[in-house]
């Protein structure tokens, strides 16, 4: 796609309103997804009928015509969120109290999605040859049965497949494959023995196969008992825009780690990694990253979020400024956006 049009503008702040840190670096990587924007343009849906969505475009239309080095204060859009947020029964969206900003992402996509959502079909033809050929079967059937309840222009930018796997130990007979739809994935950064130094290595540990043994050991409807198997994961698509969370805070959120990750700004080559067909087309570029500041029970956000003109903005709520790229690869990184080439 091309854009000119957002080339040397952008330079515009959000207004803290009250913890919304979380909320407004969020709001900078979407409004840099240029996708995202055209994607909403060319989609039908009624304009006239208030909604996040609609919210959503109005203040994505105010920061791009807006002066650079203006502030914008996102009232209006931040009334709506929280609207939406007790209407779903999210009640952590509903008033102004810190959150994380990856659970954030996840329910404003879902808004854009439900807004836009309609029913469609899916028809699979065609004589699988091969073992890809019938992965690709039981993947577009999943999709049959998503995009038959609501299938939007959301799910084709932001939504990849994985696939989860039950293997043999033994044999290597393959007894289960259970393909799913995906948006943010969640990466582990440290393993029990040691820390991931880079972003490949948090992939590795994300598809390495997991023994199930002993107590663990998976049950076999067919036999009627336990047997120790191979849990994996692959991959059959990522999407055109990947969002990847670098898991720093525990599960119980008491604990945060602030190491070190390294990830490529350029050429992310996933293509190992894919079972799907043309493998070698998934490669991406970093464009956008969510960084979190401070500890568990406080702390701060901010983005950097690579503009039109290939520059690199740090968006800090209403403070904007240019910086280096040797700045974006850093120990506060959270949450990364990389766009497919």
């Known amino acids: 796609m091309n854009n000119a049009k957002y080339k040397n503008r952008g330079f515009v702040g959000l207004c803290n309103l009250g913890n919304t840190c979380f909320l407004n670096s969020c709001i900078q990587v979407l409004n840099h997804t240029y996708e995202l924007h055209d994607l909403i343009d060319r989609a039908r849906y009624d304009r006239e009928v208030s909604s996040v969505l ?3 475009v109005d203040l994505k239309d105010l920061m791009w015509n807006g002066e650079n080095g203006g502030v914008v204060a996102p009232h209006q859009f931040i009334r709506h969120v929280q609207c939406a947020a007790r209407e779903k029964g999210r009640d952590i969206f509903t008033g102004w109290v810190q959150n994380d900003i990856t659970e954030f992402l996840l329910f404003l996509i879902d808004c854009f999605h439900t807004t836009l959502a309609r029913k469609t079909g899916v028809k699979i033809g065609g004589t699988p040859e091969n073992g890809t050929d019938r992965l690709a079967i039981e993947c ?4 049959e049965s998503v995009y038959k309840r609501e299938h939007s222009v959301i799910l084709e930018l932001f939504y990849g497949i994985y696939v989860s796997t039950i293997t043999d130990i033994t044999g290597g007979e393959l007894y289960s494959v259970r393909p799913e739809h995906y948006f943010v994935l969640d990466l ?23 023994m199930m043994s002993g107590e663990n050991a998976w049950f076999n409807e067919k036999t009627g008992g336990k047997e120790d198997i191979w849990k994996g994961v692959c991959f059959w698509s990522f999407p055109k825009i990947l969002v990847l969370t670098l898991k720093r805070f525990s599960a119980d959120g008491m604990q945060k780690v602030n190491t070190h990750v390294d990830f490529p700004l350029d050429n992310l080559d996933l293509s190992r990694y894919v079972r799907g067909y043309n493998p070698s087309s998934y490669t991406y570029d970093l464009f956008g990253v969510c960084n979190h500041s401070g500890g568990c029970q406080g702390g701060h956000y901010t983005a950097y979020v690579k503009n039109a003109s290939d520059q690199w903005v740090h968006y800090n709520d209403d403070h904007v400024s240019i910086i280096e790229n040797t700045h974006v690869v850093s120990p506060m990184a959270y949450c990364l956006f990389y766009r497919k080439k």
């Open 54 to 56: 609609k919210e959503w």
């Open 140 to 143: 577009y059937r999943m999709l």
């Open 188 to 210: 582990q950064i440290f393993s029990k023995d040691r820390m991931f130094s880079n972003l490949y290595e948090c992939m590795d540990a994300f598809t390495s196969p997991e």
